[in-house]
């Protein structure tokens, strides 16, 4: 589904991302992971078409991101508080995104009720805009937000990093449930070893801007990635 | 610690993401202060001969402390449009080991560097010394030196302390320009002589030259003042925090627009629910009365349409120069997030030119009174309204995909928020100047009234192809999108 050729981002002389060959497949759920600043950010900003390549590229489906449109269409990706417009109330906002993606306030208020245990009640009805929710209710907002889009592909950055240990628990069912009903593939970069191990199939470990792993989820990967970043 | 922050300051300036902008600008500015320093010198140098010529028979001096309040009252409106807020970034200090006080003192002492402070020096300061030192001994011309200067930090720390409390009320704004015109009505309809007061203080002064220490004393109180009000406000965003419980709203009358209709109803709900972006739009309502400025009736009558055509465009277009300049700057928070979403470019780039349309569109409506004052303005304003939709607001976004500073529109902090300044003039000569290309010629060939019809008529095909320029336009927003993203994320 997405085909990164010789991709290169440098920034002042230093290469942020370099990456000769990569493939992810549909369906899979592929985990990032490395030190602060391999390098995992600017890969996502590349595959979404935020930060210009200086060599290489980036398909989608066949079609170079940075020159057609049409992954706007199927991807939905939450980065960072940035992605949330802050002055709107949950509500406004999923409906919002519901309504670019041609869903109906119907279809997305029953994609909502699947997530009313994740949201514990503090985001729906809330009387508040999202920029006065908490930093991991806003977080809940920004991933909800993707899956009502009814995407091919989701991409989150450092998801477990803001949530609770429930939400967490509930998120990894969650990835584990789309991609088990409706083939999603998904990309998600993580520090905690344990969870994306848990969840991911397939785990691409990065380094300076380099993919150094590609590992096959199994038994052993936590215990590879650990011995890894023992120091 | 002052050099430490104004080297930071310095580099902040080179480094910033719109340097190169920033640059050209401080350069023409520079050009346009060494003219408008060269004139004041000459003037300053110059004034016992002028004021002997212009008010022949008459002691130069006590002609010369009426004047020094008139030139006061210039000052006070001069510096608010022009005086730009001393800005910084405080946050990264605020935990550091630097007094607040240390941070307030920098900044105030910091703005007394400017311009405008300078002119008035040299403007008065020559005949102080050359005529009253002569006539009335060094004591006394000292005591006008101080005074005058004095004066002039008053007025300094006064504009600042209204800038920044208009920030957060408007209605000190309404009060400020209410006490303004009052003033100015008193002294044109002869209420109230400005220059009748000012003879009486100055002329006291030469008596009694400890008089000064008022002024000093003046001076002082608005430094404290405006230090006071800075430290007080260090807590930035929390005070303006409102409770109660917000609702979701949906302008279902725009829905039947589509796509574009939604991002319209999104830059509606930002200058509604967003301080800055709505004190930028309420703010910029004072500009609807320049129309004063720009339609005196006797020019009209004569048949000079011009005035008038530039009155138009800036009355019409007025929502465009603080606000559209930073079309895209406004969503800088979330630009990111706009950028990835399924939201094609033309979509965006057309919902932005909807809502310039609708902006020139409610200023139409906003000024059509100013017919009343003759009936030649309505057809010019309509020109003007075409010329604005059609070319100015093409322009306008294109100027906006320059732009790579973002505008933190949570954030009504006092430190970092410029106001408007020069910039903003030097872009509204560039849409005049475009105007009068278009209108120039053809009023030299064809007369006034067919110069008129001419920019309308251009205005409107132009908004009629709307559709090529927003494909030329959204073609910039792609190769811009990087840069422009890259220089939102720097906050």
Redesign the interface.
């Known amino acids: 589904m997405i085909s990164i050729n010789n991709i290169g981002k440098s920034y002042g002389g230093q290469w942020a991302v370099d990456i000769a060959q990569q493939q992810i497949e549909t369906g899979e759920i592929v985990g990032l992971v490395g030190n602060n600043g391999a390098g995992k950010t600017t890969l996502f900003r590349l595959i979404?078409?935020?930060?210009?390549a200086d060599r290489g590229e980036i398909l989608s489906k066949g079609k170079n991101v940075a020159t057609s449109?049409d992954w706007?269409?199927y991807?939905a990706?939450y980065?960072?508080e940035?992605?949330?417009?802050?002055?709107?109330?949950p509500?406004?906002y999923f409906?919002?995104?519901g309504?670019?993606?041609n869903s109906s306030k119907a279809e997305v208020d029953e994609v909502l009720k699947t997530f009313e245990p994740f949201f514990e009640g503090a985001i729906l009805k809330s009387?508040?805009?999202i920029?006065d929710l908490s930093k991991g209710n806003q977080f809940k907002v920004g991933i909800a937000a993707c899956v009502i889009?009814n995407p091919e592909i989701i991409i989150l950055d450092e998801p477990f990093a803001n949530l609770d240990p429930s939400s967490q628990v509930r998120l990894i069912q969650m990835l584990k449930d789309l991609r088990e009903r409706k083939r999603m593939t998904i990309l998600i970069s993580s520090h905690d070893l344990n969870h994306i191990t848990e969840v991911c199939t397939r785990i691409l470990l990065m380094e300076k801007g380099l993919i150094i792993k590609d590992l096959k989820a199994s038994d052993d990967t936590l215990n590879e990635l650990e011995a890894y970043f023992r120091i | 610690m002052i050099f430490t922050l104004l080297s930071h300051q310095w580099k902040g300036f080179w480094r910033a993401s719109d340097a190169g902008k920033n640059i050209a600008i401080q350069i023409f500015m520079g050009f346009l202060m060494l003219y408008l320093l060269a004139s004041a010198i000459a003037v300053g140098l110059m004034l016992p001969k002028l004021l002997m010529q212009v008010f022949p028979g008459q002691n130069i001096i006590t002609v010369f402390c009426g004047l020094i309040l008139y030139y006061f009252a210039f000052d006070i409106i001069l510096r608010f449009m022009l005086q730009e807020l001393p800005t910084m970034v405080v946050q990264p200090y605020l935990v550091q080991n630097i007094s607040r006080k240390q941070i307030v003192n920098f900044l105030n002492l910091r703005s007394l560097v400017s311009f405008f402070n300078l002119i008035p020096i040299i403007l008065f300061v020559p005949f102080v010394v050359s005529e009253i030192g002569v006539t009335y001994g060094p004591l006394i011309s000292l005591g006008f030196v101080l005074t005058i200067f004095s004066l002039f930090i008053f007025n300094h720390f006064l504009i600042l302390f209204i800038k920044r409390i208009t920030i957060v009320n408007v209605l000190w704004l309404v009060g400020f320009f209410v006490v303004v015109l009052a003033f100015i009505a008193l002294d044109y309809f002869g209420g109230f002589s400005i220059r009748h007061f000012s003879s009486v203080l100055f002329n006291r002064l030469l008596t009694t030259p400890l008089l000064c220490i008022v002024a000093i004393a003046l001076a002082i109180a608005s430094f404290y003042n405006n230090r006071a009000y800075l430290l007080r406000n260090f807590y930035l965003e929390e005070m303006t925090k409102s409770e109660g419980?917000?609702?979701?709203?949906?302008y279902t009358w725009l829905n039947r627009f589509g796509?574009v209709g939604?991002l319209i109803a999104?830059d509606l709900?930002?200058i509604l629910?967003?301080k800055r972006p709505r004190s930028a739009v309420l703010y910029s309502g004072i500009l609807l009365f320049y129309g004063f400025f720009f339609f005196k009736t006797k020019v009209l009558d004569k048949g000079v349409l011009a005035n008038a055509m530039l009155g138009g465009i800036f009355t019409t277009g007025y929502l465009f120069i603080n606000y559209g300049q930073f079309l895209f700057a406004w969503q800088g928070?979330?630009?990111?997030?706009l950028?990835?979403?399924?939201?094609?470019?033309k979509t965006y780039i057309k919902g932005k030119l909807m809502l310039l349309t609708a902006f020139s569109t409610v200023a139409l409506l906003l000024t059509l009174p100013y017919g009343l004052l003759s009936w030649k303005i309505i057809p010019i304003e309509i020109a003007a309204y075409f010329f604005n939709i059609g070319i100015h607001s093409m322009v306008c976004i294109y100027f906006a995909t320059r732009n790579y500073k973002a505008i933190d529109?949570?954030k009504t902090s006092r430190f970092t928020f410029k106001g408007s300044g020069p910039a903003q003039y030097l872009y509204v000569l560039l849409i005049f100047f475009i105007g009068m290309v278009l209108y120039m010629p053809v009023s030299f060939l064809l007369g006034a009234w067919a110069a008129v019809i001419a920019v309308g008529t251009v205005g409107l095909i132009s908004f009629l192809l709307r559709d090529w320029w927003i494909d030329i336009l959204s073609k910039e927003m792609a190769i811009r999108?990087?840069?422009i993203?890259?220089g939102f994320?720097e906050k």
């Open positions: 979404l078409d935020l930060v210009r449109e706007k269409k991807t990706a980065l960072d940035g992605f949330l417009i802050n002055y709107l109330t509500e406004e409906y919002f995104v309504k670019l993606n009387g508040k805009y920029r889009q | 419980q917000k609702s979701s709203v949906d796509e939604d999104l709900k930002l629910r967003n928070n979330y630009f990111d997030g950028m990835a979403s399924n939201i094609q470019l529109i949570s999108k990087h840069r993203l890259e994320r």
